[in-house]
């Protein structure tokens, strides 16, 4: 048999599939892929490098690599004579391909275990090098090119009655006011083209006459500036290089300065003023809402430009229109289309623009939390809804920010501002949670981060899985992911829920039940000789009366917050060093090399400083959020586990959300599954020892018993991930079984009954 049809009939009898990966910057060694083969470990568990790669399956190819089954013949192998008993999994090793080392670095960080997932780019990337759709995202809108589609789009009628009409208006009423100023009447004439331009500007161009068509124009009207060798079917209209000189005629008077004019001061104060409101508001309006972007880009271009022009140097036509752009003419504004959906993806200084837009939130947060302490402009409500929503793009920052670092900096640095500031966000409120209820005497507060710590830790291991896989299912089908190194996070799992809950394992074990009332359904209220049922409200197990929990339970979640970071360095060194090659990841060579250096968005200093800003920000927003929390707790139709486990808990996750689906569609789907386990696991082990060791330090009354239903249904996520993550592949159906079961657990919250003391 040759060792062609040994490979092909043993590879059927394999436990789980070989990996594929298909993400951009993941890409396969291109010389090993050239004969259609993958790279391969050995039965040691050590990676082959780039260059050990197998041109073909003769009989005298080396192939211990391939003896991965419990028995293959001798002459099937020659030079392997003995098999191990195991199944090895064979695996195709991840080349990373990027632009710089610094986005090689921040790549290969997203494969570490314990650091941060991070999908946008942390460096600049060559404008050549990007796609024509993103290429069109960041025009200024300056360049008129030959468009053959469609102008009558729902994304320019929608201009119309958002924009368009009103904008319009405001034009025509200036132009009124600069007539009967009669000074201003060239600037009149102009409004009354721009309010035809912005009523409805698509197809249209706004360009400035340059200085030789406008003398040639004015003292020769006759003249021809060689109309005749400008080509209609030009690909771009760029601004004119040159300027050819005319000579002056004489007799004929100069032109007054723009700036030395009376007219234009008018024109300042009666025109421009009230047109920069106008076009302020709609820039404001149309960034908001993202998709119309470039709305925002022709107000603020036409507010910054247009309208500090001369009105003799203006011209407006319709871009089809190409006479006069062979003389002097410099494209001002052309636009085509006012809605494009792939905005999404524009980026301002290398953050989302969602995250950019929301930003402001934090300063809205900050002056009515502050000042209106008496609630006269907003409720509690308000303030609440509007604190917690800050928090959701400054956890952005900080995501950018540890990216940043980490990705300019040594494997040990990375580690630590990984572990400092990864979890900075969650301490921060739980911990503000905790003086603050501490100081009301409010017990209800320590019971919400639980229910916090709880929802994290479901979200986590339930609804980020499942919802990358449902997205990355419906895109690719099938998906495929390291079930080695997906194990590693699910043995980290076990540990963790494992150490967390064993302190309530062992409070209801030994623990004494207590009731505050029980009453008897058939004698009344009674306690003793009574042989009917009893009903009992507000039953716990007592750990203060008595010496259980200061001989018993405290040491015992002392020791457990003592191993769980313990276990987490392991966890580090395991993954890290002893057995990275577990990942498969491997640095290619650098596409750019000499002319495009590493031009990163945040230097380390200016990422230090934004991490330090944005979790002082945080810790005000965290302080503003528990403050008002209060009437949100006090609903009588919602328990208050469920606005712990769902608003508390996933809000501020919600850019690792992004993060994970962004890596489902490139077909990443093991850096999805990593982005929940990461944060599960760090929850678990460093966030709750954390917030232990701060209550041993400042009593808050925080107690490392949870109530039965976190206990089970903790246990019940975990248990039903790994199940989920066995095969090693994943499709939609596998994530709506999570997804579902999440949102079971949601509804068992929901109608739970609000725990003691709240």
Not at 146 to 162: D, E, K, M, R, S
Not at 492 to 521: E, Q, R, W
Not at 573 to 598: C, M, P
Request: hydrophobic residues 40%; aromatic residues 12%; contains cysteine.
């Amino acid at each position: 048999m040759s060792i062609s049809s040994t490979h092909n009939s043993e590879s059927s009898r394999r436990r789980r599939p070989t990996e594929h990966t298909q993400d951009p910057p993941w890409q396969h060694d291109p010389r090993a892929g050239h004969n259609h083969e993958p790279s391969h470990e050995g039965l040691s568990g050590g990676q082959l490098n780039s260059t050990d790669t197998f041109p073909s399956f003769s009989h005298h190819s080396v192939c211990p690599a391939l003896c991965t089954t419990k028995c293959i013949s001798a002459h099937s192998c020659p030079s392997h004579h003995s098999c191990d008993d195991g199944w090895v999994e064979i695996q195709s090793k991840r080349i990373i391909r990027a632009e710089n080392e610094v986005e090689a670095n921040k790549l290969v960080n997203n494969y570490r275990f314990g650091f941060r997932k991070w999908k946008s780019h942390v460096t600049e990337r060559p404008f050549e090098d990007r796609s024509e759709v993103v290429k069109e995202l960041y025009s200024e809108l300056n360049v008129i090119k030959p468009y053959t589609g469609h102008l009558i789009t729902c994304g320019n009628i929608a201009y119309l009655f958002l924009f368009g009409w009103w904008v319009s208006l405001a034009y025509f009423l200036v132009s009124m006011l600069m007539f009967i100023t009669v000074i201003g009447l060239p600037y009149g004439r102009l409004c009354l083209k721009l309010s035809c331009y912005f009523l409805w500007p698509f197809g249209k161009s706004i360009h400035e006459i340059g200085n030789t068509l406008r003398r040639c124009c004015e003292q020769a009207p006759d003249c021809d500036c060689n109309i005749e060798e400008t080509d209609d079917n030009s690909p771009v209209l760029l601004p004119s290089p040159t300027e050819m000189l005319i000579p002056e005629f004489s007799g004929l008077p100069q032109r007054t300065p723009y700036w030395h004019r009376f007219s234009t001061y008018v024109w300042l104060l009666l025109g421009y003023l009230p047109l920069v409101v106008v076009h302020s508001l709609a820039c404001f309006l149309s960034w908001i809402l993202v998709f119309t972007i470039p709305v925002s880009k022709m107000n603020a271009r036409t507010l910054r430009v247009i309208l500090l022009l001369p009105p003799e140097d203006v011209s407006v036509s319709s871009c089809s229109q190409r006479k006069h752009q062979g003389c002097e003419t410099r494209a001002l504004l052309c636009c085509y289309h006012a809605a494009n959906w792939y905005y999404y993806k524009f980026t301002v200084d290398g953050i989302n623009v969602f995250a950019v837009n929301l930003l402001p939130l934090v300063i809205v947060a900050m002056v009515i939390g502050y000042i209106d302490r008496e609630n006269q402009y907003a409720s509690s409500d308000v303030k609440f809804a509007i604190a917690i929503c800050s928090i959701i793009p400054l956890s952005y920052y900080i995501g950018m920010g540890i990216a940043s670092i980490s990705a300019q900096s040594n494997f040990a640095v990375g580690a630590v501002v990984n572990a400092s500031f990864g979890s900075i966000t969650e301490l921060t409120f739980y911990i503000t949670a905790l003086l603050r209820g501490h100081r009301a005497g409010n017990p209800c507060l320590q019971e919400v981060v639980k229910a916090a710590l709880t929802g994290t830790l479901l979200g986590c291991i339930l609804f980020i899985p499942g919802i990358c896989m449902i997205i990355g299912g419906l895109r690719h089908s099938e998906q495929t992911f390291n079930s080695r190194s997906t194990g590693v996070s699910s043995a980290l799992l076990f540990i963790s829920v494992g150490g967390v809950f064993a302190p309530t394992l062992f409070s209801k074990a030994y623990g004494s039940l207590v009731c505050d009332a029980c009453t008897n359904s058939s004698q009344g209220n009674g306690t003793s000789n009574s042989s009917g049922p009893f009903v009992c409200h507000n039953c716990h197990y007592d750990l203060n009366n008595g010496t259980l929990f200061k001989n018993h339970v405290q040491p015992l979640v002392y020791t457990v917050c003592a191993l769980l970071p313990a276990a987490y360095i392991i966890g580090l060194i395991f993954t890290l060093k002893t057995h990275s090659h577990i990942y498969n990841i491997q640095v290619g060579e650098r596409q750019e090399t000499s002319h495009h250096g590493a031009v990163v968005h945040w230097s380390r200093w200016r990422s230090l400083v934004i991490l330090i800003m944005a979790t002082v920000l945080t810790s005000a927003c965290a302080d503003l959020a528990t403050e008002h929390i209060q009437p949100i707790l006090n609903q009588p139709n919602i328990s208050q586990y469920f606005i712990g486990v769902t608003i508390l808990a996933m809000v501020p996750e919600i850019p690792e959300i992004v993060n994970g689906i962004q890596f489902a569609l490139q077909n990443n789907i093991s850096l999805s599954l990593e982005v929940g386990s990461c944060i599960a696991v760090q929850v678990c082990m460093l966030q709750i020892p954390i917030l232990v060791l701060f209550n041993s330090f400042y009593d808050v009354g925080f107690v490392l018993i949870f109530s039965d239903l976190h206990l089970w249904a903790s246990i019940f996520s975990v248990i039903l991930v790994n199940y989920i993550f066995m095969d090693g592949k994943s499709d939609y159906f596998q994530g709506t079984a999570l997804v579902i079961n999440y949102f079971i657990l949601l509804a068992l919250y929901f109608y739970a009954p609000s725990p003691a003391g709240c």
